[in-house]
């Protein structure tokens, strides 16, 4: 037999060997769902447009909000705004960027209270941990050491009931 034949749609019908399979009610939704959905998202124009509203607004969330590339990104701006306030040699520059990249990396530039950012302006306003030394010209981050307290140890029932 010819493969032409064989693959004609009355051959198939017509020929006891071949059995024919429906597709299942699941395959048929999926399907005609992905049909729908292309239509609607096919057009480049309104996929580039969402992504430039997502480019404009990723910047305009809270600190705590925002993924450490974000954070990254912010903190060069700041570092650059600092460089042009203080001065600052490149050497300066890049110690000051490794210090506070190093921090942003361990999660120690996290909470809203150590970091003022504005996020209608997208950018940070001031780091409070961050000092600068003018004699030095060398910037620290003054980090708290939270002081683990004692844990107490559980009573027994009959502590409990003598207090």
């Not at 010819?2 to 048929?28: F, G, R, S, W």
């Not at 700041?78 to 306030?85: G, H, P, T, V």
């Amino acid at each position: 037999m010819d493969l032409k034949n064989i693959l004609e749609e009355d051959n198939i019908k017509n020929n006891p060997n071949v059995k024919v399979y429906k597709k299942p009610m699941q395959l048929k939704d999926i399907e005609r769902r992905s049909r729908t959905n292309l239509s609607k998202t096919n057009d480049s124009i309104d996929i580039n447009s969402y992504i430039d509203k997502e480019k404009e607004n990723i910047f305009h969330q809270t600190w705590t909000k925002l993924n450490n590339g974000s954070k990254l990104n912010r903190i060069n701006l700041f570092i650059n705004e600092l460089k042009d306030k203080h001065e600052l040699s490149d050497t300066e520059t890049n110690d000051l960027s490794q210090l506070l990249v190093t921090a942003c990396n361990k999660n120690k530039l996290n909470k809203i209270n150590e970091v003022i950012y504005d996020k209608e302006e997208a950018r940070i306003k001031d780091i409070k941990i961050l000092l600068f030394d003018e004699n030095l010209r060398k910037f620290s981050l003054n980090i708290e050491k939270v002081k683990n307290k004692p844990k107490s140890k559980s009573k027994s029932n009959i502590e409990k009931l003598l207090k």
